[in-house]
């Protein structure tokens, strides 16, 4: 924010997850409307989300600072808006001190990456002299969104922050009505409900434009792809174990409400493989060139959406059990198909997942995600002839292919972290036996 006279600037904040900038929807408001303290003044998009920005004062808008369409750099300037209250500039609060879950491996130094964060004192509430009250719930929420509390109108006791309070500052807007096709461009087959066929389309080809979440997601690849040096390794598993298991917990009390899913079972293999294995568990830290070892493991799960993939992410999901990994799934899934998946949800992740098999495909290795060190897909799961004591059977088999950024990460580490991974799925009741 910058204070000229009583004109306060808006500029785009710090969205987190490394994004350098992010494409301006839409705006909810114009020159000369009157806005209230946290009323949703516009929208943004990331290759995460759609994001819907709150005003961080009140007062009548003055002037907007970037079209619908335009690519705007984080701290860049968005809106004017001119009022009447005077602003008093936050004064920092030092970080406590927090125990190590991070080991920094450094590698050659080459540039850094300049960071900016913007952001506005609620006006109603006091100049900060010290900490400001907040729940430990949101005062945990709202580092992890990097967002400092003072700039928070709090609603729980005696002005306290809550959780709703930090969630409502960063909303996130619900998914967007289909885009009416172009003039002069037939629309995608669609059923004839009368004649139970296909309305074909009477144009040869169409154009989609690349914008908005596409377009994102198509640069973060180019990236993936230019910068990143790839590997993969494959591993067909004999999985009759874990869906016999999978069929004996869906007949049971605790899984009555919410029944256990491969990909849950797979999920907590893949989570206790990383314990064992941490030199999986890496992000890549450019602006310092260094290797990040994560000890505690953040699992992004691949979401197909109506905009695209999501990719949000468990936290913590190595303290999960079976249970609570079904339910969290089941809950996340819903929560980005729906587009209310909040920033949180979708930063942080150390390791992803994907299940290709939901598709009816057999295998397949997404490129790595930019910062993270690997990717791992599990394909469908068929009846299939396998060997087993020497003699020919018909059993359960997937097949597992990890995807590795190997500025990080070797075949060696990688193919036995996928031998842990598949030998869990063999033999699950040593799985759970873990927890």
Do not use: C
Request: proline content about 9%; hydrophobic content about 45%; aromatic content about 4%.
């Amino acid at each position: 924010m910058h204070d000229d006279g009583h004109v306060l600037e808006f500029r785009l904040p710090d969205l987190g997850e490394g994004h350098a900038n992010a494409e301006l929807l839409s705006w909810a408001v114009g020159v000369g409307d009157t806005v209230e303290l946290n009323q949703t003044i516009g929208e943004v998009e990331t290759t995460k989300a759609v994001l819907a920005l709150p005003s961080p004062f009140s007062g009548t808008v003055v002037e907007l600072l970037a079209r619908p369409g335009d690519t705007v750099p984080v701290g860049a300037p968005l809106i004017r808006v001119r009022t009447d209250l005077v602003v008093a500039p936050p004064i920092p609060v030092p970080a406590r001190p927090e125990p190590e879950r991070e080991a920094r491996v450094p590698v050659p130094a080459r540039g850094a990456v300049a960071e900016a964060a913007v952001a506005q004192r609620d006006p109603r509430r006091p100049a900060p002299g010290g900490q400001a009250v907040a729940t430990p719930a949101a005062r945990a929420l709202a580092k992890e969104l990097g967002i400092d509390l003072w700039y928070i109108a709090g609603s729980g006791p005696q002005g306290a922050v809550t959780v709703e309070d930090v969630r409502a500052s960063v909303p996130i807007s619900a998914p967007r009505a289909p885009a009416a096709p172009p003039p002069n461009t037939a629309a995608a087959p669609q059923r004839n409900g009368h004649q139970g066929g296909l309305i074909r389309p009477t144009a040869r080809e169409t154009g989609t434009p690349v914008n908005g979440l596409r377009k994102r997601i198509a640069g973060s690849m180019v990236v993936s792809a230019r910068t990143i040096p790839q590997a993969a390794a494959y591993l067909a598993v004999d999985v009759t174990a874990s869906m016999e298991l999978l069929d004996h917990l869906r007949a049971t009390a605790p899984f009555a409400e919410q029944p256990p899913t491969a990909l849950a079972l797979v999920a907590k293999a893949v989570v206790a493989a990383l314990v064992e294995h941490p030199g999986m568990n890496v992000t890549w830290d450019d602006a310092n060139q260094q290797i990040v070892t994560k000890y505690y493991v953040n699992l992004g799960i691949v979401v197909a959406t109506e905009r695209g993939l999501l990719v949000p992410n468990l936290k913590e999901a190595h303290t999960l059990g079976l249970r609570e990994l079904v339910r969290d799934i089941g809950w996340l899934t819903e929560t980005a198909r729906s587009g209310s998946a909040t920033p949180v949800d979708l930063r942080g992740g150390t390791f992803t997942l994907t299940d290709v098999g939901y598709f009816g495909v057999d295998t397949a290795v997404p490129l790595v995600i930019p910062g993270e060190g690997a990717i791992l897909s599990v394909g469908s799961i068929r009846k299939r002839p396998w060997v087993v004591r020497d003699e020919l059977a018909v059993r359960w088999v997937t097949t597992l292919a990890v995807g590795v950024d190997q500025r990080m990460i070797d075949g060696e580490l990688a193919s036995r972290f996928l031998s842990t991974v598949g030998a869990l799925l063999e033999d699950p009741l040593t799985l759970l036996s873990r927890g």
